[in-house]
């Protein structure tokens, strides 16, 4: 499997807290075992940092109505330039979704789909923040493009009316459990639910919006009473200077 993080920014460069979460995911990455060549950051500038440079793109894949959706809105490009090659899994994520246990391709059982989505746990709706494919989808993110653009919508409600229509039949895909891609709200919900230990953490670290995540997945400060990370991602938040 190959791990895959896309971001693109129109100022040409890293704003200061996304570089930082690249720079904590390239070690979280490294600490997990991933080798080198299997780590790719994809941005539209230069960067470099322990050993991973990041492969460069235009800025014409961002999409500015909605950022978060070029994760998605890239994947065609990926697969005709053979980024995204056949016979390979590929997980693309945000830069905070946070892995936290190794995931081996036989655990998440795709032979038999093009696809992994989650869902919010919570809600039915996909969450896009962290999803597994193969090149064969590459017909399905043509389609989910042109739907983005079509009606300046997010991927998540784009993706959601292709697969309730049908236009993305059921046998393309599989629903994987939440713990690919634990969120930020209703963490005690999400948490019973969940498949343990939880493999990926999804926060936004510097969101400092209406939760408090630092204090929800790195101190404990939940409903559940503890922190939601391992000690070792812990610990290369605090070698980042964020404790």
């Not at 989505?117 to 923040?129: I, N, Q, R, V």
């Not at 039949?169 to 948490?191: A, C, D, W």
């Amino acid at each position: 499997m190959k791990n895959i993080m896309v971001f693109l920014h129109p100022s040409g460069s890293f704003p200061k807290e996304p570089e930082l979460e690249a720079r904590i995911q390239i070690d979280n990455s490294l600490r997990l075992g991933w080798n080198a060549s299997n780590l790719m950051l994809i941005t539209n500038f230069p960067f470099e940092y322990n050993g991973i440079k990041a492969l460069t793109v235009g800025i014409e894949h961002f999409v500015p109505f909605r950022p978060r959706s070029t994760n998605t809105a890239i994947v065609p490009f990926l697969c005709h330039v053979g980024v995204i090659e056949e016979g390979e899994l590929y997980w693309i994520h945000d830069l905070d979704a946070h892995q936290l246990q190794p995931i081996p391709e036989s655990e998440l059982a795709l032979q038999e789909v093009d696809l992994g989505l989650t869902t919010y746990g919570w809600s039915p709706k996909w969450c896009l923040g962290s999803f597994f494919l193969r090149r064969s989808t590459r017909d399905i993110f043509e389609l989910l493009k042109e739907t983005i653009y079509e009606n300046e919508e997010e991927d998540e409600r784009a993706m959601r009316r292709l697969t309730k229509s049908g236009a993305v039949p059921e046998s393309r895909y599989k629903t994987l459990n939440i713990t690919y891609n634990f969120g930020m709200r209703q963490v005690g919900y999400n948490y019973q639910i969940a498949d343990k230990p939880i493999r990926v953490a999804h926060f936004h670290p510097f969101s400092g919006k209406d939760i408090n995540t630092i204090d929800v997945f790195l101190r404990g400060k939940n409903e559940l009473g503890f922190p939601l990370v391992t000690q070792e991602l812990i610990q290369i938040f605090k070698d980042h200077g964020v404790k």
